[in-house]
């Protein structure tokens, strides 16, 4: 395969040939990586300091990094290094391309990509914009922000918080400190989170229904307008019922709150009730809740 590579230290664009996947690692500064409608890419480096930035073009994989980044284990590599490197990078790759990357204290960004990503950082934030396909982040205190992702969500971190929307069709996060805040459209189909600390809110469209299995030592519950104290050991809240489409949330925590909350319903023209539904009276339910103590 044809390889190209470019060692850059100071401000410079780059075009490339076809791109297939990208692979982005920095200690310090900012990457943002947008998807556009051309099966090449452009990079555009803003700035370089302490260390040359290497770019890489071997067949159809783009290589953006510091030279001394080891790809067998980003994240643990990342975490010891102690490098003055910093730079700030824009980067156009293809919707399809398959997304990795690794940073230190740099911020990074990723919006539009088609084929999901894998995302490492130790103390850089990190904002991921309209992704379709399996996102998995890995994070040790830096925070994560992910607006409308189509697709499942893996996440490990220490204290990092994730805040994400989207349509999620299963979620998966383990922590120590982290905080949980999820904002999750149409009907996902599981939720599991591991955490020490962090406390945990879920909030879903109206009138989706779902069971909760919590295990907690003394965090504080609360389903809908319903507030739980005092709760040691294993809790079952089932709201609406339990057939068909319906999410299966399972939250343990020793002492983070956790909330599981609906949206209010969408309101019709002149905020009336949507077209061909009854308006509802709060003080009565249409669903059937129950809540088991184990």
Not at 108 to 114: D, F, H, K, M, P
Request: with cysteine; aromatic share 4%; glycine share 12%.
């Amino acid at each position: 395969m044809a390889q190209e590579k470019w060692l850059v230290e100071e401000p410079k664009v780059i075009d490339t040939g076809i791109v297939r996947t990208l692979r982005v690692g920095l200690a310090g500064g900012q990457v943002d990586v947008v998807a556009h409608d051309e099966p090449t890419a452009r990079i555009e480096v803003h700035s370089v300091s302490g260390k040359p930035l290497k770019i890489e073009l071997d067949g159809d994989t783009l290589t953006i990094d510091h030279p001394q980044i080891r790809w067998d284990d980003p994240l643990g590599f990342l975490r010891s290094f102690r490098g003055k490197a910093h730079a700030d990078v824009s980067v156009l790759v293809p919707r399809d391309a398959g997304v990795t990357v690794g940073v230190v204290s740099a911020g990074a960004l990723l919006s539009g990509t088609n084929r999901g990503a894998t995302l490492n950082t130790v103390s850089g934030d990190l904002v991921v914009d309209e992704l379709a396909g399996d996102l998995v982040v890995n994070a040790v205190s830096g925070t994560t922000t992910i607006r409308e992702l189509d697709g499942a969500l893996t996440v490990h971190t220490v204290s990092g918080d994730i805040v994400a929307t989207g349509e999620i069709p299963r979620f998966s996060a383990d922590g120590v400190s982290a905080d949980v805040v999820l904002d999750l459209h149409g009907t996902p189909d599981s939720a599991r989170v591991n955490t020490v600390s962090g406390s945990v809110s879920v909030r879903l469209e109206d009138g989706v229904p779902y069971r909760c299995t919590v295990s907690t030592a003394s965090g504080k519950l609360q389903f809908d307008d319903s507030e739980i104290r005092g709760v040691r050991g294993s809790y079952v809240k089932q709201g609406g019922e339990l057939s068909g489409q319906w999410l299966d949330l399972r939250v343990n925590s020793v002492s983070g709150d956790i909330s599981v909350l609906h949206a209010p319903p969408v309101p019709g023209p002149s905020g009336t009730a949507p077209s061909g539904t009854a308006p509802t009276t709060p003080s009565t339910s249409t669903t059937t809740d129950s809540e088991v103590p184990e």
